[in-house]
């Protein structure tokens, strides 16, 4: 039994140590990014981007509540153009909009976290011609309270996850 005490108070001690170091050594500031080279002009891929209902039909995140409610205001593919989501637990409910507009280029926009929390991020879709395709990336940009930074490698590594997979389907329906 002393045993089994001294290995939990040792596990106990390293995750403390860990989450100690972590809340004092790692930045607040988080950076995603993911690219992806798809067998289309920019041209098309822009289509797939240039609105948040365009950007919608790739989202990874739509998937987690088929009940989620969207409302679009705005227009299409123009600074200003947005949606509030309100869903369940797992998705929560926020805004985003379209900040800046590059045509065939870049998208940058912003999002607000309402639900589970309040939180802030920026984002960027940005497209380059790479040989008869394009390339595009995706990134996200956004900090963290200090009590969940040991949480990050784990955010990150979801973050990534989740690009990975909205670029995954983005490349396929441009491609069609």
């Given amino acids: 039994m002393k045993k089994f005490l001294k290995i939990i108070g040792v596990i106990l001690a390293i995750f403390i140590a ?3 170091i972590m809340m004092l050594m790692v930045d607040r500031k988080c950076h995603n990014e993911q690219s992806i080279t798809i067998n289309a002009p920019k041209e098309k891929v822009w289509q797939n981007v240039n ?3 365009a950007f919608n039909t790739w989202n990874p995140w739509m998937k987690y509540d088929p009940k989620l409610v ?3 205001r705005g227009t299409a593919g123009e600074v200003g153009d947005g949606y509030h989501w309100k869903g369940n637990d797992e998705v929560g409910e926020g805004e985003q909009e379209i900040t800046a507009v590059v045509l065939n280029e870049k998208v940058a926009s912003k ?3 309402i639900k589970p929390m309040n939180d ?3 984002s960027d879709l ?3 011609t790479e040989g008869s395709g394009t390339r595009v990336t995706w990134t996200i940009d956004y900090e963290i309270e200090t009590l969940y930074k040991p949480m990050k490698p784990m955010m990150t590594w979801q973050m990534n996850k989740s690009f990975s997979e909205g670029l995954e389907k983005l490349k ?5």
């Fill in 70 to 72: 969207v409302t679009y």
């Fill in 120 to 122: 802030t991020a920026t």
């Fill in 126 to 128: 940005l497209l380059a």
């Fill in 111 to 113: 999002m607000h976290f």
């Fill in 51 to 53: 609105s948040m209902k």
């Fill in 18 to 20: 860990y989450c100690a």
């Fill in 172 to 176: 396929v329906l441009s491609e069609k």
